[in-house]
């Protein structure tokens, strides 16, 4: 079963720094295929999660936190499609957030941050160990949907761009 492997708070100002590629390279015997710089891997190989976790942080000069999920759940998301229907305003951004485990009980969604119209941050949707926000810069104040979906439900996590999610789905499905 293939996995995805993602990354918390590496490759950002300096902070836990390494070469994803080169990672890869090392990790031939694994099909570890690299997604951009954030510290995003498709493992193609049959893997446990243990295993894959001591393989990554024996490689890595830091200790990294992962969140590692099967291949399928990702590409379940994606073929729901949790953004459809939802109005996606001018200038938006779409993302999905990596929760370091699954939540006990869900709040009621959407999730607006700032609340009321001038929301930067709008939590619409969770599957499983995945949320799915939008983002949208408003004046000075900035926030990121990591920050506002760790808060919520009270445990690591990690966020990419729905673009990377697509890129994901591409990978498993051997489109190029």
């Known amino acids: 079963m293939a996995l995805v492997v993602f990354m918390r708070g590496v490759n950002v100002g300096g902070h836990k720094t390494f070469r994803p590629a080169a990672l890869a390279k090392e990790l031939v015997a694994l099909d ?3 997604v951009g710089a954030a510290g995003t891997f498709v493992v193609r190989k049959t893997v ?23 291949a399928a759940d ?7 499609d949790p953004f459809a229907g939802q109005p996606i305003p001018k200038g938006a951004k779409r993302f999905v957030t990596v929760l370091g485990k699954r939540p006990q009980t869900l709040p009621r969604l959407p999730i ?9 941050v709008k939590v619409v949707a969770v599957s499983g160990k995945f949320a799915v ?3 949208r810069r408003l004046g000075r104040s900035l926030l990121y949907p990591n920050e506002v979906v760790e808060k919520i439900f009270g445990v690591p996590a990690t966020t990419r761009n729905w673009n990377t999610i697509e890129a994901i789905r591409d990978i498993l499905e051997g489109v190029s």
């Open 112 to 120: 607006l941050r700032p609340d009321g119209a001038e929301w930067q």
């Open 32 to 34: 570890v295929v690299n």
């Open 48 to 70: 446990s999660q243990a295993k894959l976790r001591a393989e990554l942080n024996k490689r890595l000069p830091f200790k990294a936190e992962l969140m590692i999920c099967p």
């Open 133 to 135: 926000s939008l983002w």
């Open 74 to 80: 990702l590409q379940n998301l994606v073929w729901t």
